[in-house]
């Protein structure tokens, strides 16, 4: 158990709806990071979170968006879903440069 | 952009075997991470290295972070069916100047063991 949660599990949302996707992270770290992981590959980095700014972005269009609170928990944010945008999101936490520790992930489907 | 090839794609060992896979960058990391990942779940942290030539063991896994920091290497011994899933190596491909890096992960090695 890392202590990193994720809400919810599982979604199904249509094309053109929106989402939103909460992460918890672990007690003491400041840094969320999002990722994107399709069936059969690896995570793709989405963006990262360090004190209430994004601190870094991949190679997602504006719609994938975020936030981070006070209590360093953060949201995922996605507009205009297509049915690519089935996946499932990881988010991890991290003091600063420190190795990352993921939750275990929201399943979203796209109908 | 970064990539990170990691080899073999899959294995199916015996129970009781050991295991090697390697992965390797086109340019130097600092950092390299090694995850497993069960299905529909989180990729969970094994082990981490941060300077080149280290060796780190964790139980029965072993990694190494290699001289030329563009390669590192995971060896299980002595497997069992509980090693069955996804292995990712991943580390930072750059620093962002005072602030926290990302990850790029690699193309994972499947890894499945029979008794």
């Known amino acids: 158990e890392t202590g990193v949660t994720q809400s919810p599990t599982h979604l199904i949302k249509t094309r053109g709806q929106q989402v939103t996707l909460r992460c918890s992270s672990q007690?003491?770290?400041?840094?969320v990071s999002w990722y994107q992981q399709a069936l059969g590959q690896g995570p793709q980095f989405i963006f990262q979170y360090y004190r209430e700014e994004e601190n870094g972005r991949g190679n997602f269009p504006p719609r994938f968006s975020g936030l981070q609170f006070p209590n360093y928990s953060s949201e995922l944010n996605v507009n205009a879903l297509e049915l690519d945008d089935s996946a499932l999101y990881l988010c991890a936490s991290s003091i600063g440069l420190q190795s990352q520790y993921f939750g275990p992930g929201t399943r979203l489907t796209v109908l | 952009g970064q990539q990170l090839n990691q080899s073999p794609q899959s294995m199916f060992i015996q129970e009781g075997e050991d295991v090697s896979m390697n992965c390797t960058s086109s340019?130097?990391?600092?950092?390299w991470l090694w995850y497993k990942q069960d299905p529909g779940e989180g990729p969970v942290l094994l082990i981490a290295?941060?300077?080149?030539?280290e060796l780190t063991s964790n139980g029965r896994l072993t990694a190494q972070f290699g001289i030329t920091r563009k390669d590192s290497f995971l060896n299980i011994s002595a497997s069992i069916p509980s090693d069955v899933g996804i292995y990712f190596c991943a580390g930072p491909p750059y620093i962002l100047t005072g602030t926290a890096s990302k990850l790029t992960f690699g193309t994972g090695t499947r890894l499945q063991v029979t008794l």
């Open positions: 340019s130097i990391f600092n950092t």
């Open positions: 007690s003491g770290h400041n840094t």
């Open positions: 290295l941060y300077k080149a030539g």
